[in-house]
């Protein structure tokens, strides 16, 4: 069975034959795939002229081997794995200087190549990371965002003591802050959403309305004058693009994590006044997808508070629009069920 994208917004589901997996590949029962916003951005057509209708998207998962191609030795069946959905070619300037996760000419595979809403998905064997046996595997799906967050604040150079805001409270937002705060940082989320900043207030943060309160003059006073170590842009919003650096300290960091759609407007005095470092941070290393376990398996991630809702493959299309009406942190597909009461 696969969770299909039609175009015009439409979802279908489809009961396909299993494929034996060819040389090199594992066949993995996919246990669950989370949605997130760049589904929602296929959903939307923002990414048709990149996706292949019908399209198997979802990059979120967890799952069990089922079988083994030809020359697979180092994984057996019944193991429990989670895919890191890049591919590179290897050969373009970007990897040649050991950067193959931001290569020239990458694949993402669940948009430029098929993705886990399907039972039954062929994988190169290359792209598998292991999961230990005692992770549930609902909260193991959460492996590929929890890395988003663990290669933002690494290649934020976040420090134990630092003080920093993330703006933006949805599942990226909340995960970078819990990473952060995690690594020693002090850490404050600046969110417009009312459902969200409640959510994330329960994970214990600081959360600030944007439209309720002067961020900048709240954040010179939290760090006594300075301005915040780091900053994390995570909201895809121009406002917040255009305010990140009033928050900033002198010789601090803006991390650019959302996916902006469009070029934005920057503050380039604010800047060169306080010789401002502005970092893009996009994807993951093989590192940041085995760290991500690692806080999961220790209970770092609080997976429960941040997995909002769980649905059947079959309700695929009703939880893209409960996340789409801004509903849910977090909702994976449970893909082995048929139905609201399997």
Known sequence: MTANYLGSREIGIRETEPEPPGPGQVRIGVAYTGICGTDLHVLHGNMDARVRVPAIT????????????????????????????????????????????????????????????????????????????????????????????????????LAAGDRAVVIGGGPIGALIALVARHAGAEVVVVEIDAGRRAA???????????????????????????????????????????????????RGTLVVVAIHPEPRPVNLQRVFWRELRILGARVYQRADFERAVELLANGVIPADRIISRVEPITETARAFATLEAGQAMKILIDVAAKGADA
């Open 58 to 157: 979802g990059h979120e998962m967890s799952g069990v081997i089922d079988a083994l191609g030809e020359g697979v030795t180092d994984w057996r069946v019944g193991d429990h794995v989670t895919v890191m959905p890049l591919e590179w070619d290897g050969t373009c300037p970007a990897c040649l200087a050991g950067n193959e996760h931001v290569c020239q000419n990458l694949t993402f595979i669940g948009l430029d190549s098929p993705g886990a809403l399907q039972r039954l998905w062929n994988v190169r064997a290359d792209h598998l990371v292991a999961l230990p046996r005692e992770l549930p595997l609902d909260h193991a799906a959460l492996t590929e965002p929890v890395a988003v967050a663990v290669h933002d604040v690494r290649r934020a150079g």
């Open 200 to 250: 994330v207030a329960e994970l214990g943060f600081e959360v600030l309305d944007p439209r309720a309160t002067d961020q900048a003059a709240w954040v010179t006073e939290w760090t006594g004058g300075a301005g915040a170590d780091v900053v994390f842009e995570v909201s895809g919003a121009a406002a917040a693009v255009l305010g990140a650096t009033d928050l900033v300290k002198v």
